[in-house]
């Protein structure tokens, strides 16, 4: 019999790494990363009405309203690919409504998984960071640097991306997680993001497999 998909949600500060460890995450589990921040700048990008609203908060680093993210993820979410492999929400819950409303269309996550990074280091991240428009992968001038010229040639910036638009996002971020968190506090686990990429993911590696472990062998069945 086929094991259950994994559901998992990840979580934490503005360039606290939840882009990075999904992109690792994806590769080994093949889940549907479903990224609340790509699925706007996507509509954003389109120049939508939805795309053109969202903007105007996303440049204040303020949460976008949930009449236009909450159905935005819903129906990702709803989508075949993403009910038969699995799903790994990123940058989604950000407040209680809008876990409340998921919680409500009947998606349930089976872990939450909150990458805690010092604030001090946030910011140096957001502005070293670049994007590959071709591939789509999160590289940082420091940290993760392009593998080659070509590649490096084409890196672009996100327009939210600022010393000045990471501290709003920061304090936005700041003033919701507790209540969040106290929603998912049976299934949370709280990763040390200050470590290489390479060392959280381990941690997160570890308790994926645990996680899908379980799931093939539930309770009951042995
Ligand atoms: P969103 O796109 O989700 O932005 P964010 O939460 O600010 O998070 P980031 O994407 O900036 O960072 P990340 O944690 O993915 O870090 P990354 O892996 O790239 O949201 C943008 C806006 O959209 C919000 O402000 C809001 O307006 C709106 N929005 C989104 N979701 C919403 C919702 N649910 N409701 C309402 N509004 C919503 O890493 C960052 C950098 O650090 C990279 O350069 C990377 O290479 C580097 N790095 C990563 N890991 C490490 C490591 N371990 N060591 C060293 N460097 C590392």
């Excluded at 290489?196 to 497999?209: F, G, R, W």
């Amino acid at each position: 019999e086929k094991a259950e998909p994994l559901r998992v949600m990840i979580s934490g500060a503005p360039a606290s790494g939840k882009g990075t460890q999904c992109e690792l995450i994806r590769t080994k589990y093949d889940l549907v990363h479903v990224a609340a921040g790509d699925l706007l700048r996507a509509e954003v990008a389109a120049g939508t009405e939805n795309g053109k609203r969202a903007k105007e908060y996303m440049e204040k680093g303020q949460l976008v309203p949930d009449e236009i993210v909450v159905m935005m993820v819903k129906e990702r979410l709803s989508q075949q690919d993403s009910l038969e492999k699995g799903w790994l929400l990123d940058g989604y819950p950000r407040s209680v409504s809008q876990a409340t409303a998921l919680k409500k269309f009947g998606f349930d996550p089976d872990i939450f998984i909150l990458l805690e990074v010092p604030e001090e280091l946030l910011v140096e991240r957001v502005v070293g960071r670049r994007l590959d428009p071709v591939t789509g992968k999160i590289y940082h001038l420091k940290y993760s640097p392009p593998e080659t010229d070509e590649i490096a040639a084409r890196l672009t910036q996100r327009f939210d991306d600022t010393e000045e638009k990471v501290k709003l996002r920061l304090l936005t971020h700041n003033s919701n997680v507790e209540a969040v968190l106290s929603l998912y506090e049976g299934i949370t686990i709280r990763i040390d993001g200050s470590l290489p990429k390479q060392e959280v993911y381990s941690e997160i590696d570890c308790a994926l497999t645990k996680l899908h472990e379980q799931k093939q062998a539930p309770l009951g069945s042995l």
